[in-house]
């Protein structure tokens, strides 16, 4: 008999300990703001975290998906630009978006389609991994491919010993997290790359979530001191309505105008393909908005060489060119050892080298399976 994927993956999990014990065996699960109250025998909405004989099951001890990525593909504009990122993910996501660009593994066990997914499992210790990106010169360790709230013991695991051995550690993620899950994070985790999907709580709705939850999110990662960077993919017929991207500049801003806005193009993928990809000139008014709106640092990304600079980081303050990139290639680095413009002097917001002379240029800004 052939083994289900359930039968696969239950096994590689541990006792989780994001969870409140509710009594008769029932626990609340609160790695991510759904908060499910999982009966002995049934699982979350996620599927992966699961009650067995009223412990809490997590994912553990594996990855689904492992490469050595440019940040720059995370995407990241502020953290360690050029360094190479030791990219892992596990199987499964909390909410369950038809536009999913990852949904061979964010949807495993929740779409039979998504269920070969299993077959890119290989089992794996925490220790090893942070050995992989040593021997790969990977400064930086990121959970990402599906959401990792949901694995969030798996990464702690990871990350602390990545500390340890001098790696930066970042999430890329939906950002559907609570203060628990952030609290549990905020000692290892340096950044985090946060998704805004919409400003419209309907459209969260359809996606599985509650708005609310993530803009809380963005504020309580800022406040704790973890480096933040926000996401939007611009889906035509979506989110991409002016007024709405008004009110996700707005909204960033009155956390920070120093956290950096991506306005990315979406191309047709899973449930959503008779869409058509968002045109430059949308990218453009969205981009046109934050800057407006006052954010200091708007990027547009997917479509590289197509929207000028647009891929470049600016000072703020003297709009002297500090970062070149076109699509995940640093071709030009000036910002200094002290993290500020050598022209003017001013703070640039981020995490940054104290040796500008190592970061690499040009180079061909592709991914590398391991």
């Known amino acids: 008999m052939a083994t289900s994927v359930q039968d696969r993956i239950d096994p590689l999990t541990t006792t989780g300990t994001l969870k409140e014990d509710l009594g008769d065996g029932v626990v609340r699960c609160t790695a991510c703001a759904h908060r499910c109250i999982i009966k002995p025998g049934r699982r979350g909405i996620c599927q992966v975290r699961f009650n067995k004989d009223g412990e809490l099951r997590v994912p553990w001890g594996y990855v689904a998906a492992l490469q050595i990525d440019p940040v720059e593909k995370k995407p990241f504009a502020h953290f360690y630009p050029s360094s190479d990122a030791l990219s892992f993910g596990m199987l499964g996501c909390d909410f369950h978006c038809d536009y999913c660009q990852n949904w061979l593994t964010s949807q495993t066990l ?11 499992i290989r089992e794996i210790s925490a220790e090893k991994l942070v050995e992989i990106a040593l021997k790969n010169n990977a400064p930086l360790l990121v959970s990402t491919y599906n959401e990792p709230l949901i694995t969030t013991e798996w990464a702690v695991e990871i990350f602390k010993r990545g500390k340890k051995a001098g790696l930066h550690c970042a999430y890329v993620s939906n950002g559907y997290a609570t203060p628990e899950a952030l609290q549990m994070l905020q000692p290892y985790l340096d950044a985090y790359k946060i998704d805004l999907k919409s400003m419209q709580d309907k459209n969260y709705r ?3 979530g509650v708005l609310k939850h993530v803009l809380d999110t963005i504020q309580r990662a800022s406040q704790l001191g973890i480096w933040v960077e926000v996401v939007t993919l611009v889906v035509p017929g979506f989110n991409d309505d002016p007024k709405e991207l008004w009110d996700a500049a707005r909204f960033i801003t009155s956390i920070s105008p120093d956290i950096p806005w991506h306005v990315t193009a979406y191309h047709p993928d899973y449930h959503m393909l008779d869409n058509y990809a968002t045109p430059v000139e949308t990218l453009q008014t969205a981009a046109d908005i ?11 990304g997917n ?3 197509r929207v000028g600079s647009l891929e470049n980081t600016y000072c703020p303050h003297c709009q002297a060119l500090l970062i ?3 699509g995940f290639v640093i071709r030009d680095y000036k910002i200094t050892a002290k993290g500020t413009c050598p022209k003017c002097g001013a703070r640039v917001a981020g995490r940054w080298t104290d040796e500008p002379e190592s970061v690499h240029l040009g180079g061909w800004g592709l991914p590398r399976r391991i």
């Open 324 to 326: 070149s990139r076109r």
């Open 206 to 208: 359809k996606l599985g």
């Open 110 to 120: 929740r779409d039979p389609h998504a269920d070969i997914g299993a077959q890119y």
């Open 303 to 305: 479509i590289p060489g």
């Open 290 to 300: 934050g800057q407006e709106a006052g954010l200091n640092y708007v990027y547009a």
